[in-house]
T-cell receptor, first 116, second 112 residues
């Protein structure tokens, strides 16, 4: 397994356009997380899936943001009507969870979004 | 609400020095604490994970300690090398399935 992968690695878009990012977790991992990181800050939680169910969404995730994990495998994060404040690194992480136990999260390389 | 802080924000040391990075968290009810490394423009690499019942973890030249009651963790790097230059982030988790809450990171520069 090559780890968590994210595509694209970089995206430049004009304000007002829609963008979609993809995350492919480690194959046996049932939990998938999205984070956003701005320059000089630590990552901030956006949302989390267990299998295909979206279990938690941060208040950072405005109505313009939507995330899906339709078959419990890969996930997509869509931002509609992008704003310059959306410029950030979007990180995906996955982990294995069984019962009340979970294991450490493995992070992908991130997608860097620049909104001009 | 859990808040994580890291001191110092930036650190520059000559090669070969031993160094300590500090992490503090406001809510001691954590499930685990994790230290990550992030190279510029890259994703995160997990360095050490300490469960709440543990006091420390070691990997090579790295040693992380956890004092839950005081809400502190330290990352000790022995015999620093230029390749250690990166941002080091600590992060805590409240429950086994919860999100990770990150500190802002310490930017480390090891000068040859």
């Amino acid at each position: 397994d090559t780890g968590v992968s994210q595509n694209p690695r970089h995206k430049i878009t004009k304000r007002g356009q829609n963008v979609t990012f993809r995350c492919d977790p480690i194959s046996e991992h049932n939990r998938l997380y999205w984070y956003r990181q701005t320059l000089g800050q630590g990552p901030e939680f956006l949302t989390y899936f267990q299998n295909e169910a979206q279990l938690e969404k941060s208040r950072l995730l405005s109505d313009r943001f939507s995330a899906e994990r339709p078959k419990g495998s890969f996930s997509t994060l869509e931002i509609q009507r992008t704003e310059q404040g959306d410029s950030a690194m979007y990180l995906c992480a996955s982990s294995l969870g069984r019962d009340d136990l979970t294991y450490e999260q493995y992070f992908g390389p991130g997608t860097r979004l620049t909104v001009t | 609400k859990q808040e994580v802080t890291q001191i110092p924000a930036a650190l520059s040391v000559p090669e070969g020095e031993n160094l300590v990075l500090n992490c503090s968290f406001t809510d001691s009810a954590i499930y685990n604490l994790q230290w990550f490394r992030q190279d510029p423009g890259k994703g995160l690499t997990s360095l050490l994970l300490i469960q709440s019942s543990q006091r420390e973890q070691t990997s090579g030249r790295l040693n992380a300690s956890l004092d839950k009651s005081s809400g502190r963790s330290t990352l000790y790097i022995a015999a620093s090398q230029p390749g250690d230059s990166a941002t080091y982030l600590c992060a805590v988790r409240k429950t086994s399935y919860d999100k990770v809450i990150f500190g802002p990171g310490t930017s480390l520069s090891v000068i040859p």
